[in-house]
């Protein structure tokens, strides 16, 4: 028999080491790994010996669907987000930073299923019943049926929710809490939460109950995050969202029955979270169109679009190494804009301190917002606003040529709906609409829209000089 060996596993991402080190080799964090004993999660300790399998009963893909597959909350927002409702028989995995919003939009949604006549069980392990209940009252959920226990033992939880009726959907808040007795470790590390959600997917499997599982992000140490378990799951969503903002996004990474390119907006009020079904206005709602450094992305978030404002501002650095800030976008990517400014347009930056914002605590994931971007900073580096009804798209090579992105004409159709008359789009665009109200120039490359900002690459060459 084999000696029982402990693994060190970060509990941020699930790097296996062999020793304890300060540094996790796979994420980066700090002080995250923690011994645990890997054959705890398992039960087959030193000395079982593994039982004979027994064979299953094979089946064939035609066979009944008892119900329907889906079971849709009419939270259109969380709908879109889940691909068209919550899958029976599936895991969905939530993940968030605490506070969020995770347990609220939850709520939400099993009141409305319940109103529906679905069979909801809610299982906080966080909260004390009290506490749900205030916040159900609040939410104006209080006087639905969705049946609620205070616990975090897996074994009793998968005990309550076999007794009866099987649930339609039951809500797991948090697999953090969760412990099991099979597991040596303490809760909240992988091995405890790995085997608590395991077991949970095992059950909605086995019942073709939807399970919903929430997770928070952890920013340092002890406690795993939800990433450890995103594989195992059919769905992982993620709440985004600024403490200082009052909308959040529900945005799906993983899902094995429908998109993944989906997000649901939602602003947090004080009884609630309410849907936001025309984003765009949302984040356009505090824009001052007349100062230099912004420019309006159109861009797409799966099958919807969204406009949002992209803000920059370049200004003479007072230090050694100018600074690069980024938020709401990816801090490589505008190393790239600027280095392809630089190379192919003769815009100077070595000197300026450059900040970029995504206006309302929005986060861009898409390479159409190059064009955006770009135009933003040339347009505060000149100090010239740019037209406030126009908006810009395209991916920008290394090269300086402008690519053609996909959905042209809905990005247009939205941004003519919302009052803009002009975009700058990339040229050899496809699917470009037939006398629409909408004017729009084509680019071919970066030197052309720069040109285009400045008047002429050498006013801007002068405006570089003259600081
Ligand atoms: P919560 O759902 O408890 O977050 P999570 O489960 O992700 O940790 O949300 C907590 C925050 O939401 C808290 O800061 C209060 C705020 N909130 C409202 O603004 N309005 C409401 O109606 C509710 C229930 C919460
Ligand atoms: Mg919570």
Redo the contacts with the bound molecule.
């Keep these: 028999m084999a000696k029982a060996r402990t693994q060190f596993i970060c509990q941020n991402c699930g790097t296996v080491h062999t020793r304890w080190v300060g540094k996790c080799e796979g994420c980066g964090q700090w002080n995250t790994i923690v011994e645990e004993d890997p054959m705890g999660g398992i039960g087959a300790g030193p000395g079982r010996t593994p039982k004979k399998g027994r064979p299953v009963a094979l089946t064939t893909l035609s066979g009944e669907i008892e119900d329907a597959p889906r079971i849709t909350t009419g939270i259109s927002e969380l709908d879109r987000a889940t691909g068209g409702g919550f899958v029976r028989g599936s895991a969905v995995l939530i993940g968030?930073?605490?506070?969020?919003?995770?347990?609220?939009?939850?709520?939400q949604a099993a009141a409305a299923l319940s109103r529906q006549g679905h069979r909801i069980i809610y299982v906080s392990g966080?909260e004390a019943v009290a506490q749900v209940r205030l916040?159900a009252q609040?939410?104006g959920a209080a006087d639905t049926d969705v049946l609620l226990a205070a616990e975090t033992n897996v074994e009793d939880i998968l005990a309550t929710l076999g007794e009866g009726k099987r649930p339609d959907l039951a809500i797991i808040?948090?697999i953090q809490t969760l412990w099991s007795d099979t597991a040596d470790s303490a809760p909240g590390t992988v091995t405890q939460v790995r085997t608590g959600v395991q077991a949970m997917i095992r059950f909605a499997k086995q019942t073709g109950a939807a399970i919903v599982l929430?997770g928070?992000v952890t920013k340092e140490g002890q406690i795993a995050g939800p990433r450890v378990v995103e594989h195992m799951v059919d769905a992982v969503l993620y709440?985004e969202g600024d403490r200082g903002h009052h909308y959040r996004i529900l945005r799906t990474v993983k899902n094995r029955f429908g998109p993944t390119d989906e997000i649901g907006v939602f602003e947090?009020?004080?009884?609630?979270?309410r849907e936001v079904t025309n984003p765009s206005e949302l984040f356009l709602g505090e824009r001052n169109s007349k100062s230099p450094g912004a420019a309006v992305f159109a861009g797409m978030e799966g099958t919807r679009p969204v406009l949002v404002e992209v803000q920059a501002l370049v200004a003479p650095t007072s230090l050694g190494t100018p600074r690069r800030a980024v938020v709401g976008w990816d801090g490589a990517r505008l190393s790239m804009i600027l280095a392809v400014l630089e190379a192919h347009c003769g815009v100077r930056l070595g000197q300026h301190d450059v900040y970029l914002n995504i206006a309302g605590g929005y986060r861009i994931t898409e390479p159409a917002a190059d064009l955006a971007v770009a135009s933003a900073l040339v347009s505060s580096l000149a100090g010239l606003a740019l037209p406030s009804d126009c908006v810009y798209f395209g991916e920008v090579s290394l090269s300086g040529a402008i690519r053609p992105v996909a959905h042209t004409a809905q990005r247009l159709k939205e941004a003519e709906k919302l009052g803009f008359s002009q975009a700058v789009l990339p040229s050899a665009s496809a699917d470009l609409p037939k006398g629409a109200g909408m004017s729009w120039a084509e680019m071919e490359s970066l030197p052309d829209l720069v040109a285009r900002i400045a008047g002429s690459k050498a006013a801007l060459r002068q405006t570089d000089d003259d600081d």
Excluded: A, C, N
């Design positions: 968030g930073d605490p506070g969020i919003g995770k347990s609220t939009v939850l709520m966080e916040r609040r939410l808040d948090s929430v928070h709440f947090m009020s004080d009884k609630g979270l």
